[in-house]
Nanobody
């Protein structure tokens, strides 16, 4: 079974940093594009960042230059380094696997699995 276990959320201060990690299992991690998606209180799902299996990355405009997505294929682990945090970054962050048959569609990108989520709260 595909499992995506995210961790690293918590309370961050405006202007501060947090780093999320996601350990993947149950599939060939290095083969698939991966992403982080988030859901702010009372809002829908938003794509934050994606990384292809060749390392190419893409970001939503609101986090570009502040967040960095990366992957370690040897450790089956996905990361999201979040710097210069803003209160509007407060959300549950999900690690997600891209897949052609995915039923979660955000901006045309399909995700077929996502983890349980980790809460990030940005507040002073």
């Amino acid at each position: 079974d595909v499992q995506l276990q995210a961790s690293g959320g918590g309370l961050g201060q405006p202007g501060g940093s947090l780093k999320l990690s996601c350990v993947a299992s149950g599939f060939s991690f290095k083969t698939f594009a991966m992403g982080w998606i988030r859901q702010a209180p009372g809002k829908g799902l938003e794509g934050v960042a994606d990384i292809m299996n060749d390392g190419r990355t893409d970001y939503v405009d609101s986090v570009r230059g502040r967040f960095t997505i990366s992957r370690d294929n040897a450790k089956n682990t996905l990361y999201l380094q979040m710097d210069n945090l803003r209160p509007e970054d407060t959300a549950v962050y999900y690690c997600a696997k891209r897949g052609m048959r995915g039923k979660t569609v955000i901006n045309g990108r399909k995700y077929d699995y996502r983890g349980q989520g980790t809460l990030v709260t940005v507040s002073s």
